[in-house]
């Protein structure tokens, strides 16, 4: 097995410094090399003195060894998000450190950071696989450093304009819907607990084969979220006022001309998430959800 491990993050304050210094001692420990996201570790260069000449350095996912033990993701979900684009399909475990607010993927506590790779090298965890979505045509939209892939959803909203717009969607070639709303949430298991819930779609247990389609502000009192197989291929068309509409693969937002086709499917593979004792799902929806919080209880 690798001795290697990578380490990300986006912003750097007190607790990120010291979940820093926590997982290098332990590594050197336990004879771990490592590496940093280069603009991370540049940020930690400048307000922690760190030298990070002294370790290898990635800026993209081709410069990611798939030989790699382990990824670390220091933050809150976001940075989870953005970090699940290094890795794509390359099959290296990601585990998120939580140093951000409510962590339903990165659920490993920054006050045991110094004994997280002590537990890792033991086999203390489970191997949780997540299902992630694609824009599967436009796939030069977002860029050439970034995959059209989601972990969490891809997303369609109206842009420049107060009116809503019209999406028409079919399932498999066959017709669904036109939904008149500010948009349309497509979303994994994984990102049942964000954005579609918040617009009244339902938990999905991350493991379910299934995806959601939840519409933002349908001005169609009937339209509801519908869980669909995961296996289904997405089409949509916008339409409305304006020229063009919104589209965002979980963190990365872009725009596109209405009446252009949209395709989403599921990806051909699965990232590996690590889960250790007191992380499971259920856990996290009773803390983090406050599930049967009740004084009667």
Known sequence: MSKEIAIFGIHIDKDEEKVVEELLQSADELDYQVCFEFKFAQKLQEQTGLEISA???????????????????IGGDGTML??????????????GINTGRLGFLSTYKKEHAASLLNEFSQGNYELDFRQLIRLENHTELLGPNWENDALNEITVSRKDTASMITIEVWLNDHFLTSYWAD????ATPTGSTGYSLSCGGPVISPGAKSFVLTPIAPHNLNARPLVIEDD???KLKVSGRESQHLITVDSKITTMANEEEIVVKKTPYKLKMLNFKGEHFL?????????????RN
């Open 82 to 95: 953005r970090a699940s684009n290094y890795i794509r399909d390359k099959g290296i475990p990601l585990v």
């Open 283 to 295: 856990h996290s929806l009773r803390q983090k959800m406050l599930w049967g919080e009740d004084k």
């Open 183 to 186: 948009g349309l949430i497509m």
């Open 55 to 73: 370790f290898k350095t990635f800026k993209s996912y081709k410069e990611i060894d798939k030989d790699l033990a382990l990824f670390i993701s």
């Open 232 to 234: 289904t291929v997405i």
